[in-house]
């Protein structure tokens, strides 16, 4: 059975920063996509940023400049290090993984998913 176990939310202040880890199990994502998720309250899940097995990157507008997407294959966990936190970044943050090695933006393409983390951002 896999799982993808997030941690690393919490409550920041604005242009604070925090690192999410994304740590696999049952599964090795050596050669995976990984990819970050996030839903606001009240709002759709959007895409944040994924990686692919060479490790090209894809992020979203919002969010370029200041969150950077990794993954440590040693470990088998992902990373994501968000920058200059804006109170419009609070949301649960999801990771996500998919047996493709290229990263893709869309939600319906991830097979795994973990369970969430709070990220809080106070103005």
């Known amino acids: 059975q896999v799982q993808l176990a997030e941690s690393g939310g919490g409550l920041v202040l604005a242009g604070g920063s925090l690192r999410l880890s994304c740590a696999a199990r049952?599964?090795?994502?050596?050669?995976?996509?990984m990819a970050w998720f996030r839903r606001a309250p009240e709002k759709e899940r959007e895409f944040v940023a994924a990686?692919?097995?060479?490790?090209?990157?894809v992020s979203a507008d919002s969010v370029k400049g200041r969150f950077t997407i990794s993954r440590d294959v040693a470990k088998n966990t992902g990373y994501l290090q968000m920058n200059s936190l804006k109170p419009e970044d609070t949301a649960t943050y999801y990771c996500?993984?998919?047996?493709?090695?290229?990263?893709?933006?869309?939600?319906?393409?991830?097979?795994?998913w973990g369970q969430g983390t709070s990220v809080t951002v106070s103005s």
């Open positions: 996500a993984a998919r047996p493709q090695t290229r990263p893709s933006t869309i939600a319906s393409e991830y097979v795994y």
């Open positions: 049952g599964r090795t994502l050596s050669t995976d996509a």
């Open positions: 990686i692919g097995w060479s490790g090209s990157t």
